[in-house]
């Protein structure tokens, strides 16, 4: 793919709704992610943010790959 034929598809509305459910997952695991790093913080002020927002990668990569791919195709 050249670069024109990328700009095209990246500025028609169409790549964007294909994409819907897939978008509906991220969003839920960003939440997921922002949930997890605050329970982290109130169980270790010091360094359970960080520790949580890693959970929150973690489960949320566990889940894409357990549930998620399935649930786009």
Same mark, same amino acid.
């Given at each position: 793919m050249n670069l024109q034929s990328i700009i095209t598809e990246l500025m028609n509305i169409s790549t964007y709704t294909s994409l819907k459910k897939? !978008? #509906?997952? %991220?969003?839920? !695991?960003? #939440? %997921? $992610?922002? $949930?997890?790093s605050t329970i982290g913080h109130v169980i270790d002020k010091k360094n359970g943010f960080t520790y949580g927002m890693i959970g929150g990668f973690v489960v949320s990569t566990v889940l894409w790959y357990e549930f998620g791919k399935n649930m786009v195709r």
């Open positions: 897939h !978008y #509906v997952i %991220l969003w839920f !695991y960003t #939440v %997921l $992610i922002c $949930i997890m």
